[in-house]
Every structure is written in structure tokens, then in C-alpha cells.
């Protein structure tokens, strides 16, 4: 093999590694939540729990797309809590105001 294939056999070896490294499993829960509703304006992408999530939005809509998530109103998964195990496209205004969030994971004891 020639020093230049060579390298670049590495590199493209490199770079599979950091695109497989970068993306998610597809077991891990993931949701996006957005400031207006129909999945629009502002948004933040959820791949885990999210204690203080410090927006300075409403969240008016959710799109589950792996998992079952809990929306919580104040930090700390404290206040008002909502699950959501699908999207949403309009939350009701009493439970639009979320600071943190975590995805859901009831295991049943055995």
C-alpha cells in the first residue's frame, strides 16, 4: 500500500470513528421541545436529564422522538411534572412554563 493511500485509509478510518462516536444510539431517549406552538420558533434538543434547563421561553409544543419524557415547571424536576410518550403540537398554557426535564425510565422491579 502507498504511503498516500495509506493515509488516507486512516483518515477516512478516523472520521468513521468520529461520526459513529458523534451520533446518537439509537436507544437513547431524545425530544426537542420548542418556544411556540406547532413545533415552531426556539428550540433545544433533549438526549438526557436536564435539571435546570434556564430558558427564558415557554415551551408550547414537544416532539418525542425516542423515549417517554417528564416536562417539569421548576428546577430540579420539582413543580408541576407532565409525561409526554408523543409529540405534542400545542401544550395547554397551565403547563407551559418547564425548567427542567429528564427522560422517563420506569423499570419494573423483577
Known amino acids: 500500500m502507498t504511503p498516500h493511500r495509506l493515509l ?10 468520529f461520526i ?3 451520533a446518537p444510539s439509537p436507544a437513547e431517549p431524545l425530544a426537542i421541545i420548542y418556544r411556540d406552538i406547532g413545533y415552531r420558533g426556539p ?3 433533549l438526549t438526557g436529564p436536564s435539571p ?10 414537544i416532539r418525542v422522538q ?3 419524557w417528564e416536562l417539569c415547571a421548576r428546577p430540579n424536576y420539582r413543580g408541576l411534572c ?5 409529540s405534542e403540537r400545542s401544550i395547554p398554557s397551565a ?5 427542567s426535564a ?9
Request: avoid cysteine.
Open 8 to 17: 488516507l485509509t486512516a483518515l477516512l478510518a478516523a472520521a468513521a470513528g
Open 20 to 22: 459513529t462516536a458523534a
Open 43 to 45: 428550540a433545544r434538543t
Open 52 to 61: 435546570d434547563l434556564d430558558l427564558q421561553w415557554p415551551v408550547r409544543s
Open 66 to 68: 425516542r423515549g417517554v
Open 82 to 86: 407532565t409525561r409526554y410518550e408523543a
Open 95 to 99: 403547563r407551559e412554563y418547564t425548567q
Open 102 to 110: 429528564r427522560p422517563v425510565t420506569d423499570a419494573a422491579p423483577d
